[in-house]
């Protein structure tokens, strides 16, 4: 870490200790700008941060600190297309998935922008050919059910994404299998017609256990269903590993490549997301990459202080690694979204899960925080009580549209997202404004308690308040505004990683236990421990192998 990081970083601790009693609705009241001061807009969609503990000279410094950190250098790296993935040698340009500009861009010698443009009208080409029935099934039943064999990023991106375009979805029905717990594949594919059913193997490597088994399992119950002939009208793939593809027996024109420099948890653009445009056809699909590529000339462009990730990785940074928040919680008012947490866990986790610099040597800062969430009003009914009143704040970042796709159909679920606004709002009002003692004791008297139950009960209805939250609103989660969601939080973990001079785009932290997995699985087929097992994983080996 440079000087001038450490120097940012101890005037951050230094504020942030001169003002740990101040309450934010003291900023509020100081201050009737706050909101139009700590809040930014590109088109429709607001980020306010305002609720936050930081103040303009908080700010200030953040800026500072993203400065030093190089951060717009590293951005424009990246875009370039240098190998800013150092451990893998690798360029990071999932940005180019959405760029349909045709300066040409050069990675290793070669441009790649034709490369794009070719997938994904290959993409479009099949797209149409099954949602019309003109790609049919063996039996000529046209294809009514897809069904995408994937994990991790080749599986949560497209899912995320099929379910949030939810009203866009005129294609056949989607579904995603994932696990290797065989109960998936089985649960999901038992209803189906295996002559209108097609699978489609999404593997950025063609090697990953958990695809690979669940791709067999389907292969075998198509091949029971309608002979081996069948395959090749039932299986299409998704892949940068397009020799492990063919052996696998799928017909080259319905493989679907990609390429290295675009990461599993960033592939959803790719033709990872060939499930989404299924579902919603190319032109909303493009769409979709459409609101990425808006947000990509946005981060490209607005200066820092109006720069919608960094001012959300900023304020990341300022809640990890100064107020010491161990885990932040993604809470989307938006029941298309309710996969968006899943998805930002393995966006976050896995880029900014790091504990060594690009140089190899330890952090000197924590890195990513623990991420997690669920779709709101549910998450109030569940664990907003710690939120509120557990003993560690945890920063809310809140996400809402100003209208639904149904309001307009009736006027009862018109008043539903008015309820869901209200419900939205509240809750971070609640959290920022809290209440006082004397407070919820009046509320108290004035319900018809007495003295003694109302000083007894008060100290239970106590809010402290001050608890962060961010606010990401936007018109409606349309496929561009969805596009324009999933870069922002691209790129904030990109420029959180770069604060903390991490990789963001590699993965060794999953490595350690693919690797016992397979030496382990003869052992449990055997029910035979090896010497090298722990007691305690030899003793549970023995205790679920016994019979
Ligand atoms: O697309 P693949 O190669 O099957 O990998 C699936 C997922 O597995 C991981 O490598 C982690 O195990 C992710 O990074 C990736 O998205």
């Not at 239970?460 to 596009?483: C, E, I, N, Q, W």
């Not at 990109?494 to 490595?511: C, H, K, L, P, Y």
Request: hydrophobic share 45%; glycine share 8%; proline share 5%.
């Amino acid at each position: 870490m440079s000087d001038k990081i450490d120097d940012a970083f101890m005037a951050l601790a230094a504020d942030h200790a001169a003002r740990k009693s101040q309450h934010v609705a003291d900023l509020f009241a100081a201050d009737p700008n706050r909101f139009a001061d700590f809040s930014v807009r590109l088109d429709d969609l607001l980020l306010d941060f305002s609720k936050c503990s930081l103040t303009g000279d908080t700010l200030a410094i953040l800026i500072e600190l993203a400065q030093a950190a190089g951060v717009e250098e590293k951005r424009d790296a990246m875009f370039a297309g240098v190998h800013i993935n150092v451990t893998e040698d690798r360029a990071v340009l999932h940005t180019a998935l959405r760029d349909t500009s045709t300066t040409p861009l050069n990675v290793d010698g070669q441009d790649v922008r034709a490369d794009v443009a070719q997938v994904l009208a290959d993409m479009a080409r099949f797209a149409e050919g099954i949602r019309s029935g003109k790609l049919a099934g063996w039996t000529g039943k046209p294809i009514t059910d897809v069904v995408n064999i994937g994990i991790g990023g080749s599986d949560l991106g497209p899912a995320m994404a099929t379910l949030a375009l939810a009203p866009y979805h005129d294609g056949p029905r989607s579904h995603y299998v994932s696990n290797v717990d065989g109960a998936h594949l089985f649960d999901t594919i038992s209803p189906l017609d295996p002559a209108s059913t097609l699978f489609i193997v999404a593997s950025k490597t063609f090697t990953t256990q958990e695809t690979m088994s669940n791709a067999a399992s389907a292969r075998a119950w198509l091949v029971e269903a309608l002979g081996e002939p069948a395959v090749g009208h039932h299986f299409a793939a998704v892949s940068t590993a397009l020799d492990k593809v063919a052996a696998f027996g799928i017909a080259p024109d319905r493989v679907f490549g990609f390429w290295d420099w675009v990461g599993g948890r960033y592939s959803v653009w790719s033709a990872i997301g060939l499930p989404v445009m299924l579902a919603v056809g190319p032109a909303n699909f493009r769409r979709f990459l459409d609101g990425g590529h808006a947000m990509d000339e946005h981060f490209r462009s607005a200066p820092l202080a109006q720069n919608l990730p960094v001012l959300l990785a900023l304020v990341g940074v300022w809640h990890r690694d100064v107020c010491g928040y161990a885990t932040r919680a993604v809470i989307p008012y938006d029941q298309h979204l309710s996969r968006l947490p899943a998805y930002f866990q393995q966006l976050d986790m896995e880029s900014n899960g790091k504990r060594v610099t690009l140089e190899g040597k330890p952090v000197a800062y924590d890195t990513g925080p623990v991420m997690w969430g669920e779709p709101g009003t549910n998450g109030q009914h569940a664990f907003f009580q710690l939120i509120h009143q557990g003993t560690s704040p945890i920063p809310v970042e809140f996400l809402i549209a100003a209208h639904g796709h149904n309001e307009d159909k009736d006027p009862l679920l018109k008043r539903q997202h008015a309820m869901l606004i209200a419900n939205c709002l509240a809750q971070s009002e609640a959290l920022m404004r809290g209440r006082t003692e004397a407070e919820a004791k009046a509320q108290l008297l004035a319900a018809g308690r007495d003295e003694d139950t109302a000083d007894r009960i008060a100290p239970h209805r106590v809010f402290p308040g001050s608890r962060p939250s961010v606010t990401l609103a936007y018109d409606k989660l349309d496929p561009f505004a969805l596009g324009r969601i999933i870069a922002l939080y691209e790129h904030r973990v990109f420029v959180e990683g770069a604060i903390w001079g991490i990789n963001s785009f590699d993965q060794w932290g999953v490595e350690l236990g693919k690797e016992l997995a397979s030496t382990l699985l003869p052992a449990v087929e055997s029910g035979t421990a090896p010497d090298s097992l722990s007691g305690s994983s030899a003793g549970l080996l023995q205790h679920l192998t016994a019979k």
